[in-house]
Structures are given as structure tokens and as C-alpha cells.
């Protein structure tokens, strides 16, 4: 039997069972990869991000992301939640990891919290009458990017707060992410994340999706900064700041279980 060190994070929360969670799990070295999979499968978090020290230089560490059903290119969270547990562990100010498709990402501390540095994801205007049935609720706009990323902007966050999707319709259409957004009542931004091709049907808070919109915004708005809530059951905030080609979200973490994962073998 091989322990493993686990943690379960609150990420973009300032108290248990908001945010979204993720687990962290750092390791030596990686597990093959259907041994992480698997992993990802039985935390059924969004996803389960596993760390090992980066051997070539570039970073601090090596970071991947599992949902229950397959490894993603970006995720936010469970990278703020990463930051969080490996700062926590160092003492460190700043960490910074090497991914394999999404580049060089940093966390690094703020007051309060964290800071999450993301490339930003821009959209072009465009359409897709197809999944916009789906939602079940006409948007005012459709920006997409050919990566994935659908960012569906409506007239108010009461319209964002009733959409009702098809959630097998949308996980036909691939594991895009469907991100409504409007303009907020208590915040500058609100948002809901669909990514049921994914394996999760509404996500808690979604960092690649605010890498998206805060391109999107900050060109609406015409500043470059503003204030986020994404409006699912468990709700989550962040500051959404654009700097030259990233995205800095602002938001806190909170360290949920701390504990071991046993597996038969080490992979």
C-alpha cells in the first residue's frame, strides 16, 4: 500500500463550501496516466490537480488536471488551489508551474488571498444557433475561441441566474465550456459555467473561464479591471485584473481535509 499526500481545497472561497473544490496531491514523480485518471475518477472533484518538482528549470513544479473523466488543458481553481497548499508548505511568497499545454502559470500571495496568473483567452464574435438552443435562453451576444471557450453574454444576471440547459444536448456538442455572462448587481461581472462535456455539469468556479472574460470585459468596459461572481449553488468571487497578455484573478483559499490517499501500488 502506497500513501499519498492529499489535500481538499476551497478555492476562490474565504470559508468552507463555497468556491469550487479541488484536490491537491503532490508527488515525487507522476503515476502513469491511468493511474491519475483514476485518481481524478474517485476524488469526482471538477478536477484533481497533482504537482511534482520540475526537473527541467523553466518552474518551481510540473502541474496536471483531472476531472473525473479526462486530463484538461487549463484550470484555474485547482492551480490557485495548488498555489495555496505549496505556499502554505514553503513559506514562500510566489510559485510557479510549467503545464503542458497551457504555458508558465504563477500563484503568488496578495492580501487578502492569492493572485492567479492565466493567459488571457480572447473571443471573436460569432455564432452557434445550435448550442444557444440548448441553453434554453437567447443571448444578446456569442464570442467564441477556437480552443473551447463560448462566452454567451445576456442582459442581466436575473437572465444568467434562470438559464435551465440541456446538459446531454450540450455534452454532444463536445466539452467546450458554455459561459453566460451578464452585467452584475453586486458585482461587475456574473457568470454561470457549463462544461457537461467535460464531465461537470455546472461548474463552481471556473479560473480558465475568467481568463476568457476578463478579456471579454475589460474590452467592454473599457478598464482594466472589475468584479466577478459566479452565481452557482456554491458561488465564487475573484477580482479579474488584465495586465499586457494575462489575466491576474484575485481571490482566497481555503484547506477543507488534509490527509493521505492509498493506493495498492505506486503506478
Known amino acids: 500500500m502506497t500513501a499519498l499526500e492529499y489535500w481538499h481545497v476551497d478555492a476562490f472561497a474565504d470559508a468552507p463550501f463555497k468556491g469550487n473544490q479541488a484536490a491537491v496531491m503532490p508527488l515525487e514523480a507522476w503515476l502513469r496516466d491511468d493511474v491519475l485518471q483514476a485518481i ?40 490557485l488551489a495548488s498555489g495555496h497548499v505549496l505556499l502554505s508548505k514553503s513559506g514562500e511568497d510566489r510559485v510557479t508551474f510549467r503545464t503542458r499545454k497551457a504555458g508558465l502559470l504563477e500563484v503568488r500571495k496578495s492580501s487578502p488571498g492569492y493572485e492567479l496568473g492565466l493567459p488571457l483567452i480572447p473571443t471573436e464574435r460569432g455564432s452557434w444557433d445550435d448550442a444557444v438552443s440548448l441553453l434554453g435562453a437567447q443571448p444578446q451576444e456569442v464570442w467564441l475561441n477556437p480552443e473551447g471557450y463560448g462566452v454567451y453574454l445576456y442582459d442581466s444576471e436575473a437572465a444568467v441566474r434562470a438559464i435551465e440547459p440541456d446538459m446531454r444536448g450540450l455534452k454532444a456538442l463536445g466539452n467546450d465550456q458554455f459561459i453566460c455572462t451578464a452585467r452584475g448587481s453586486d458585482t461587475d461581472v456574473v457568470s454561470r459555467v457549463f462544461v457537461p462535456g467535460g464531465g461537470v455539469d455546472e461548474d463552481s468556479f471556473t479560473g480558465s473561464a475568467h481568463a476568457a472574460l476578463t478579456w471579454f470585459w475589460t474590452e467592454k468596459l473599457g478598464r482594466d479591471s472589475f468584479t466577478a461572481f459566479q452565481a452557482s449553488q456554491r458561488g465564487g468571487h475573484a477580482t479579474c485584473r488584465r495586465e499586457g497578455e494575462q489575466a491576474w484573478l484575485s481571490g482566497d483559499c481555503v484547506t477543507v481535509v488534509k490527509g493521505e490517499f492509498y493506493l495498492p501500488s505506486a503506478g
Open 40 to 79: 481524478g475518477e474517485e476524488n469526482n472533484f471538477a478536477e484533481t490537480a497533482f504537482v511534482i518538482p520540475d526537473a527541467s528549470g523553466q518552474a518551481d513544479y510540473e502541474l496536471r488536471w483531472f476531472t473525473p473523466t479526462e486530463e484538461v488543458r487549463l484550470c484555474g481553481h485547482a492551480t
